[in-house]
C-alpha cells in the first residue's frame, strides 16, 4: 500500500514520512508546508475535482494549473478527486 501526498503526488509507504517532509507544490507555497495525504484510493486514473482533468498519475495530474480553480483561472493546479 502506498500513500500520496494530495499537492503533489510525492508516494511513500508510510503516511508519518511522507506528512513529515515539505511540498514542493505546497498551496502556501513551494517547501511552505509538508505533503499533505491523498486520502482516496490508488485508481488507474485520476480526475480533477474543480475541473475533471483526468490522469494516470497524481504527480502529472497536480503538476498543471487548473482553470477551473476556486482562487481564479490558473491560479492554482488541479486537485484529485476522492
Ligand atoms: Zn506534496
Ligand atoms: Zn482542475
Redesign the pocket.
Known amino acids: 500500500m502506498n500513500y500520496y501526498?494530495?499537492?503533489?503526488?510525492?508516494k511513500n509507504s508510510s503516511i508519518a514520512n511522507?506528512t513529515a517532509?515539505?511540498?514542493?507544490?505546497?498551496p502556501a507555497g513551494a517547501n511552505k508546508g509538508?505533503?499533505?495525504l491523498y486520502e482516496g484510493d490508488e485508481k488507474p486514473k485520476y480526475e480533477c475535482k474543480h475541473c475533471g482533468t483526468s490522469n494516470s498519475s497524481l504527480a502529472n495530474l497536480?503538476a498543471a494549473p487548473c482553470f477551473r480553480h476556486p482562487l481564479g483561472a490558473n491560479k492554482g493546479h488541479h486537485e484529485p478527486a476522492l
Open positions: 501526498c494530495k499537492y503533489c503526488g510525492a511522507l517532509s515539505s511540498c514542493s507544490r505546497h509538508k505533503h499533505a497536480t
